[in-house]
T-cell receptor
Framework: GESVGLHLPTLSVQEGDNSIINCAYS??????FIWYKQESGKGPQFIID?????DKRQGQRVTVLLNKTVKHLSLQIAATQPGDSAVYFC??????????FGAGTTVTVRA | GAGVSQSPSNKVTEKGKDVELRCDPI?????LYWYRQSLGQGLEFLIY????????KSGLPSDRFSAERTGGSVSTLTIQRTQQEDSAVYLC????????????FGNGTRLTVT
């Protein structure tokens, strides 16, 4: 079965608000996690990654939080913009080279 | 520099025909992956190449699927005797090493089998 899952398949957010996208994983051996953004007709685009020895990492307008105790990963997007509308995937590496992807959360930004 | 390039971007074929999908990875990336994405779904691992090592073919759904990587660079995914259930977007990705660095994806080939 799928080891990575997103809590909500869709998220609607008002432009300018903060977005939080959640992801649960089941494999406690997972040591590397990545968030991807996929726009229509394009391949997944790397947003940010985090290793299991960290619990928080920040990028430009994005923050990833990792809670290994409850095997939960989240992506926070600050001041969401129309260009943030896309499908967001979390992916985990369980110790080999294959990333396991969740089904994705579709984020829609309302003007 | 240039990203991962895939061709063709779209392919329509008749059931039973063979197709070849091409991937040009980022220069210097030793690892190359093929994934499949069905409509509205996540990504399904197909095959992995790393340097000169034997590829991991464990994700290939049937023996109609094969892939090769020539000279450690360009890769071709071949689907023989295509079926309608093969319709999907086929994504190629490359990375520097084994799984602990981000995969960089191409824009995929959208395959439609009629």
């Amino acid at each position: 079965g799928e080891s990575v899952g997103l809590h909500l398949p869709t998220l609607s957010v008002q432009e300018g608000d903060n977005s939080i996208i959640n992801c649960a994983y089941s494999n406690s051996a997972s040591d590397y996690f990545i968030w991807y953004k996929q726009e229509s007709g394009k391949g997944p685009q790397f947003i940010i990654d985090i290793r299991s020895n960290m619990d928080k990492r920040q990028g430009q307008r994005v923050t990833v939080l990792l809670n290994k105790t409850v095997k939960h990963l989240s992506l926070q997007i600050a001041a969401t913009q129309p260009g943030d509308s896309a499908v967001y995937f979390c992916a985990e590496n369980t110790g080999d080279y294959k990333l396991s992807f969740g089904a994705g959360t579709t984020v829609t930004v309302r003007a | 520099g240039a990203g991962v390039s895939q061709s063709p971007s779209n392919k329509v074929t008749e059931k039973g025909k063979d197709v070849e999908l091409r991937c040009d990875p980022i220069s210097g990336h030793t690892a190359l992956y093929w994934y499949r994405q069905s409509l509205g779904q996540g990504l399904e691992f197909l095959i992995y190449f790393q340097g000169n090592s034997a590829p991991d073919k464990s994700g290939l759904p049937s023996d109609r699927f094969s892939a090769e990587r020539t000279g450690g660079s360009v890769s071709t995914l071949t689907i023989q005797r295509t079926q309608q259930e093969d319709s999907a977007v086929y994504l190629c990705a490359s990375s520097f090493d084994r799984g602990n660095s981000p995969l960089h994806f191409g824009n995929g080939t959208r395959l439609t089998v009629t």
